[in-house]
């Protein structure tokens, strides 16, 4: 079945610790994507990539990091320098078209 | 104005009921529209495109008023599965720029 997995989909971290979130998608898609969801707000984009080896802030990267080493992946680190990390992080990729494909989520929470 | 604006319910419905979201949006570059369904916990997942005046699927049905600048989901005939949150997204004019509503609560009630 084609779709996104992400992993973990429960992570606890402790203040000042780097954490990385795995997505892996075997969609083909080009564009991939990944969002922070709190309660009761919409989804934010924090980066994203429209090709390998290339990515670009979105409205609220400060704190993250990624790499898009191959088409499939698209990993993101959540750094010691992200102040308020315990959310609902969502990775998507895309069709041409704009239609968003998510993976299943990763909760993260700071202890 | 917020780029993407919903209506901010929630909705509380009984079965059966006919429900109606509304959707507006600043970006009058935007191209298409999509409307999600996302359940408690849950990833959201495309319900509905939406590319010129509207689409139908079923139960629902979307429309496009670019003049006004405003997108609607209808949902006939509720059913207690459609209870959920519903997230309008515009896409800009450039490639990646997907902006998100809140959302919007929908609870259907027996």
């Known amino acids: 079945d084609g779709g996104i997995t992400q992993s973990p989909k429960y992570l606890f971290r402790k203040e000042g610790q780097n954490v990385t979130l795995s997505c892996e998608q075997n969609l083909n898609h080009d564009a991939m994507y990944w969002y922070r969801q709190d309660p009761g707000q919409g989804l934010r984009l924090i980066y994203y990539s429209q090709i390998v080896n290339d990515f670009q802030k979105g409205d609220i990267a400060e704190g993250y990091s990624v790499s898009r080493e191959k088409k499939e992946s698209f990993p993101l680190t959540v750094t010691s320098a992200q102040k308020n990390p315990t959310a609902f992080y969502l990775c998507?990729?895309?069709?041409?078209?704009?239609?968003?494909?998510f993976g299943e989520g990763s909760r993260l929470t700071v202890l | 104005r917020k780029e993407v604006e919903q209506d901010p319910g929630p909705f509380n419905v009984p079965e059966g009921a006919t429900v109606a979201f509304n959707c507006t949006y600043s970006n009058s570059a935007s191209q298409s529209f999509f409307w999600y369904r996302q359940d408690c916990r849950k990833e959201p997942k495309l319900l509905m495109s939406v590319y010129s005046s509207g689409n139908e699927d079923g139960r629902f049905t979307a429309q496009l008023n670019r003049a006004s600048q405003y997108i609607s989901l209808l949902i006939r005939d509720s059913k207690l599965s459609d209870s959920a949150t519903y997230l309008c997204?515009?896409?800009?004019?450039?490639?990646?720029?997907?902006?998100f509503g809140k959302g919007t609560l929908l609870t259907v009630n027996p």
């Open positions: 997204v515009a896409l800009g004019g450039s490639n990646y720029k997907l902006t």
């Open positions: 998507a990729s895309s069709t041409n078209t704009g239609e968003l494909f």
